[in-house]
């Protein structure tokens, strides 16, 4: 009796065990929240990564509505970022400092919140990282917009022969940040054409040869030219507007009009070549201006009796070079000449 009657009672038990078992869900079966599914999914990128560096997560889009949805796949967006830990060491991610200017990846795909389910699909890019500062290196040049007009500089015109500025620094690709490290200095404008005017001679070299002129050595009494136009400063640009015209002789003398008589008297000189050291031999004399006044000496008076020096040596008549060989010696003060004497008997 007692064997029939505990029957019943075992029956419900079991009932009763069952019903819990369902309406309970198994620990397997517990769902991962959003952030702790895509910190899986960074552990198994890290695991499946050829890279030296283990990443760690840097950034989560906000989930999607359903995140609490435990059976649909959930679509992801975040981004991770190079670690200082080696990937061989197996250490977490999370325990890892981010590496200074390290690779930043974008990654976009769908994740499973179920615990069972380790599969993830994701498609991870190289990104900049915006938190880091970039070093920057630009030009900026004068616009014809003034500055009070906070007109837009892009709808402004450059100003011709405006002022180029180089600028060298960092800035942040965040929109947020509007700070920036910059130093801006003046620099010649490689867009503008530039006056030019120059003098060029010939050399002992033939064109054929295709030495670089500054080897050849120039040809005594050899041709020049003068040279005037523009040209750029930019490397990447070969192009200029130059007219180049053999320097004249100035001749100066007498000849026949009488075609029988081809007898001439004529000198002639060549302009003279600036590059040209010239043999020059002058007298200077002491004046009454001291030498710190600065002022010119030509507006200077002689002083009496002052210092007479010779000069000899050579100086160049270009205007570019102001070296000079020259040795002034010293000779007696000029004496005045005394006043004629009249003797009366």
Avoid at 70 to 91: D, H, I, M
Avoid at 94 to 117: A, I, M, P
Avoid at 118 to 142: H, I, M, Y
Avoid at 246 to 275: A, I, M, P, W
Wanted: hydrophobic letters at 30%; a negative charge; proline letters at 7%.
């Amino acid at each position: 009796m007692e064997t029939q009657m505990a029957s019943p009672s075992l029956g419900r038990c079991s009932l009763w065990l069952l019903l819990l078992g369902l309406l309970l869900p198994s620990a397997s079966a517990q769902a991962l929240s959003y952030r702790e599914a895509v910190l899986r999914a960074v552990g198994q990128l890290n695991e499946k990564s050829s890279e030296v560096n283990l990443y760690r997560l840097l950034e989560l889009d906000p989930p999607p509505k359903d995140a609490e949805d435990q059976g649909a796949r959930k679509p992801v967006s975040f981004r991770v970022k190079e670690t200082v830990c080696p990937r061989t060491s197996q250490q977490p991610p999370e325990q890892c400092d981010f590496k200074e200017n390290g690779l930043v990846k974008q990654c976009v795909g769908t994740v499973s919140l179920d615990t069972s389910n380790d599969e993830f699909d994701l498609n991870c890019n190289e990104v900049e990282d915006w938190g880091a500062r970039k070093p920057a290196s630009f030009r900026v040049k004068e616009t014809v917009c003034p500055r009070m007009t906070q007109q837009p500089p892009e709808q402004c015109d450059f100003k011709e022969n405006g002022l180029v500025k180089q600028c060298v620094g960092t800035v942040s690709l965040d929109p947020s940040n509007d700070q920036f490290d910059l130093n801006c200095n003046e620099v010649e404008d490689w867009g503008a054409r530039k006056p030019a005017s120059f003098r060029v001679k010939e050399t002992v070299c033939p064109r054929m040869t295709q030495q670089p002129p500054e080897q050849c050595d120039f040809k005594e009494n050899g041709l020049v030219k003068q040279c005037v136009g523009t040209v750029s400063l930019d490397p990447s640009n070969d192009q200029f507007d130059l007219n180049c015209n053999e320097l004249v002789k100035q001749c100066v003398g007498t000849l026949s009009l009488d075609r029988s008589d081809d007898q001439f008297g004529l000198n002639c000189n060549e302009d003279e070549d600036l590059g040209t050291r010239k043999p020059v031999s002058f007298t200077v004399k002491e004046t009454l201006c001291p030498r710190m006044t600065q002022q010119p000496v030509e507006q200077c008076d002689f002083q009496e009796k002052g210092w007479v020096k010779q000069c000899v040596g050579t100086v160049t008549l270009d205007l570019s070079n102001d070296q000079f060989d020259l040795n002034c010696n010293e000779s007696f003060p000029v004496m005045a000449r005394p006043a004629p004497m009249v003797i009366h008997l």
